[in-house]
T-cell receptor
Framework: GAVVSQHPSWVICKSGTSVKIECRSLDFQATTMFWYRQFPKQSLMLMAT?????????EQGVEKDKFLINHASLTLSTLTVTSAHPEDSSFYICSATKLDSYNEQFFGPGTRLTVL | GEDVEQSLFLSVREGDSSVINCTYTDSSSTYLYWYKQEPGAGLQLLTYIFSNMDMKQDQRLTVLLNKKDKHLSLRIADTQTGDSAIYFC???????????FGSGTRLSIRP
């Protein structure tokens, strides 16, 4: 299989606080992990691509200092939303690729962030 | 830049076929995908097709690709209530590069 989990599945925080979201590949080693955000009734927008042990590559318009990505191991990537504001409220989804699956992206279930 | 477009809504009667259409602009697209997203959940890859193929069938799913018109469709035969979801068309121009998603088509099933 190729299972990707995210934790937490939902989080509510106060404006100005930081929130960390974890993305884990449970039964495979992920060569690359991707972070997306999805606004209600809209498509997924790629935020960044990360490879284990190296700095993430951010898409244009995504603030790297606000959305910190750490890809510490082949099975774990974290996204930290720093000094969160209500406009950061969204559904954050990660995906991971593995070598022997033509680099198909396997998606996590998503994390719903609500900033009050 | 790359763009993927699809209609926002589709309503079909249970048992009928559903056809979801998608157009894309990137002529160098190599992989074209259909993903399914159920409420509050992540994305599930339903099927994909390489750009050198015209058609791919997998049980109730049939994907048609018209590369000349950059048009992709997903046909779901004998649509069931469990098929209610949002279906995203997506493309990438290599297996390792980023995937560009359409806005998603919400499929609803009526009795």
């Amino acid at each position: 299989g190729a299972v990707v989990s995210q934790h937490p599945s939902w989080v509510i925080c106060k404006s100005g606080t930081s929130v960390k979201i974890e993305c884990r590949s449970l039964d495979f080693q992920a060569t690359t992990m991707f972070w997306y955000r999805q606004f209600p009734k809209q498509s997924l927008m790629l935020m960044a691509t990360s490879n284990e042990g190296s700095k993430a590559t951010y898409e244009q318009g995504v603030e790297k200092d606000k959305f910190l990505i750490n890809h510490a191991s082949l099975t774990l990537s974290t996204l930290t939303v720093t000094s969160a504001h209500p406009e950061d409220s969204s559904f954050y989804i990660c995906s991971a690729t593995k070598l022997d699956s033509y680099n198909e992206q396997f998606f996590g279930p998503g994390t719903r962030l609500t900033v009050l | 830049g790359e763009d993927v477009e699809q209609s926002l809504f589709l309503s079909v009667r249970e048992g009928d076929s559903s056809v979801i259409n998608c157009t894309y602009t990137d002529s160098s697209s190599t992989y074209l995908y259909w993903y399914k997203q159920e409420p509050g959940a992540g994305l599930q890859l339903l099927t994909y097709i390489f750009s050198n193929m015209d058609m791919k069938q997998d049980q109730r799913l049939t994907v048609l690709l018209n590369k000349k018109d950059k048009h992709l469709s997903l046909r779901i035969a004998d649509t069931q209530t469990g098929d209610s979801a949002i279906y995203f068309c997506a493309e990438s121009n290599s297996s390792a590069s980023k995937i560009i998603f359409g806005s998603g088509t919400r499929l609803s099933i009526r009795p």
